[in-house]
C-alpha cells in the first residue's frame, strides 16, 4: 500500500531519517519543520497520514494537531505523534487534541509502518464514503456537519473480551460512566454475542490464556456483520510481532499494558467518534441509493431500475423455464384532471394511486411509476391467467373507492386502464415485452378505458 505522507519536525535530521524509512517502504513523503509550515502543506499537499513531532518553537504539535482537526480540509486525516515525551498524561493529551496515535521514541520502524498502514487504510475508507457523501449532499441529505454532531451523540455499546478477572473489572469500571459495557472471558461465546447484538466497540485483549485473541479479531473481520466494528487491542508491552499482526489484520487501535484509564477513555471516545460518524455516512450511502432507483412521489421503484432489473428477471424465467407476466397500468383522463385541478391534485391523485398499486400486488412483484401517469407491474412466476385475476383486483380497487385529493376538491372518482401479457418465449427481448404490454393497454383505452386486456403472442 502507498500513500501520502507528511512528516513535521523540527529537527532536519529527524525528518531525514523518517523520510529515508518511509521512502524504502515506497511511500511518497513530504517534509515540513514547523508548525506554520506543516498547516500549509496539511492543506496543499493533501497528505494521507501526518507524522508530527511535538517539541516544535512557536507553535508546539498538541496545537497544531488542534487545528488539524478543526480545519474542515483537514480534520479527516490521521495524525501520529511521534515524539521524546514519554508521560502518560502527554499522550492523553495528544490523543485528547485529536491525534490517532502518540508514540514515545525511539519507536520500533516495523511497529511505525504496521500502525501507518492501518490509519491510512481507515483514511481511504472513509474517503470513499466521504467522496459519495457529496453526492448525498446534493440530493438534499445530511450535510458533513450535521453527520459529524451526530458521531459525538449517545453513549457507546462496548464489548469487553478479557478473561483476567481485575483488569476486565478495571477497564469496564473505567468505561461505564458513558457506556454500556459488558465483560466475556470466554472469545467463542464473545463471538456468539457480536453475532447477535450490535457493539459500537469491541475492546480484546491479545494475551487471552484461554484463547487466541488474534484469532478472535480475525474472525470479526472475516464476518460481514462485524467486518466494520471498531477494535481496541490491548498488547503486552514490548510484544510487537503480535501487535504488528494485529494492526496487519484490522484493529484499529491498541494500547499497552498497564493500561492507563485516561489514555483508555480517550482512544475508546475517539473509535466511537469515528464509527458512528462512518455509520452515517454509510446510512446516507444508502439513502442515496434507495432515491437513485425510486420514484420520489409515489415511493415506487423508477423507470430506471425497473427496466434494468426487467432484464435481469426476463432472463432468469427464461433460463429455468418459468412463466412471467407484466402489466402496464395507465390513469383514465389523468390530463383532464391536471387541467381542471392543477398539478398539485394531480400530484395527490398519484400518491395515492401508487399507494394502491402497492397495496394490491404481492412482495414479490415489481411495482414501479414508468413515467407521468403510467405504471408497470413485473410479476414473476406468474402466468397469463393469474395476472389477468390480479389485474383485475387493481383495476376494481381503484374504481370502487373515491380518492381524497387537496386543492378544495375533496374526492375525485378515478379509474384505470390494464394491459397484461407474459413472457411467450425465451428468445423474446424486453422490448418486446413491454411493447405487447403496451399493445394491450392501448386495446384497453380503445374499449372504453376502465378495463383489463389482454394481448396474445
Not at 106 to 123: F, G, H, Q, W, Y
Not at 254 to 275: C, F, G, I
Not at 325 to 344: P, R
Not at 411 to 421: E, F, Q
Request: glycine fraction near 6%.
Amino acid at each position: 500500500m502507498t500513500a501520502r505522507v507528511l512528516v513535521v519536525d523540527d529537527i532536519p535530521a529527524n525528518v531525514k531519517l523518517l523520510e529515508a524509512k518511509l521512502t524504502a517502504e515506497y511511500f511518497d513523503v513530504s517534509t515540513a519543520f514547523n508548525g506554520r509550515e506543516a498547516l500549509e502543506a496539511a492543506t496543499t499537499e493533501k497528505p494521507d497520514i501526518i507524522l508530527l513531532d511535538v517539541m516544535m518553537p512557536e507553535m508546539d504539535g498538541f496545537e497544531v494537531c488542534r487545528r488539524l482537526k478543526s480545519m474542515p480540509e483537514t480534520q479527516h486525516v490521521p495524525v501520529i505523534m511521534v515524539t521524546a515525551l514519554d508521560q502518560p498524561a502527554d499522550r492523553v493529551t495528544g490523543l485528547e487534541a485529536g491525534a490517532d496515535d502518540f508514540l514515545t521514541k525511539p519507536v520500533d520502524d516495523i511497529a511505525l509502518m504496521a500502525r501507518v498502514r492501518s490509519l491510512v487504510r481507515l483514511k481511504l475508507m472513509t474517503d470513499e464514503l466521504r467522496m459519495r457523501e457529496t453526492t448525498s449532499n446534493q440530493l438534499g441529505l445530511m450535510d458533513e456537519a450535521e453527520a459529524l454532531h451526530r458521531a459525538d451523540a449517545a453513549m457507546g455499546r462496548i464489548l469487553v473480551v478479557e478473561d483476567r478477572e481485575t483488569s476486565a473489572r478495571r477497564i469496564a469500571e473505567s468505561l461505564r460512566e458513558q457506556n454500556r459495557v459488558t465483560i466475556e472471558s470466554d472469545a467463542r461465546e464473545a463471538l456468539v454475542r457480536v453475532s447477535g447484538e450490535d457493539y459500537d466497540l469491541v475492546v480484546v485483549s491479545l494475551s487471552l490464556e484461554r484463547s487466541d485473541g488474534l484469532r478472535f479479531c480475525s474472525h470479526l473481520r472475516s464476518e460481514e456483520r462485524t467486518r466494520n466494528t471498531p477494535i481496541l487491542a490491548i498488547v503486552e508491552n514490548g510484544d510487537t510481532t503480535r501487535l504488528v499482526r494485529a494492526l496487519d489484520m484490522g484493529v484499529n487501535d491498541y494500547l499497552m499494558r498497564p493500561v492507563d484509564r485516561n489514555e483508555l477513555t480517550a482512544r475508546v471516545r475517539t473509535q466511537l467518534k469515528r464509527k458512528r460518524y462512518q455509520d452515517v455516512l454509510r446510512q446516507n450511502l444508502q439513502l442515496s441509493l434507495e432515491m437513485a432507483i425510486t420514484d420520489p412521489l409515489t415511493n415506487l421503484y423508477n423507470r430506471r431500475y425497473m427496466e434494468s432489473h426487467l432484464s435481469t428477471l426476463v432472463q432468469r424465467a427464461a433460463d429455468r423455464g418459468k412463466a412471467i407476466s407484466l402489466l402496464i397500468v395507465d390513469i383514465d383522463f389523468f390530463k383532464a384532471v391536471n387541467d381542471t385541478h392543477g398539478h398539485d391534485v394531480g400530484d395527490d391523485v398519484l400518491r395515492e394511486f401508487g399507494e394502491r398499486l402497492a397495496r394490491n400486488v404481492r412482495g414479490i412483484d415489481l411495482a414501479c411509476r414508468y413515467g407521468g401517469e403510467e405504471f408497470v407491474v413485473v410479476m414473476p412466476d406468474t402466468d397469463v391467467a393469474f395476472a389477468n385475476t390480479v389485474a383485475e383486483r387493481l383495476r376494481k380497487g381503484i374504481a370502487d373507492e373515491s380518492f381524497n385529493v387537496g386543492g378544495g376538491v375533496g374526492a375525485l372518482d378515478i379509474t384505470a386502464s390494464i394491459g397484461v401479457t407474459s413472457l411467450q418465449s425465451p428468445t423474446e427481448s424486453v422490448d418486446q415485452f413491454l411493447k405487447r404490454a403496451d399493445q394491450a393497454l392501448y386495446r384497453a383505452k380503445r374499449e372504453g378505458r376502465n378495463r383489463v386486456v389482454s394481448e396474445a403472442a
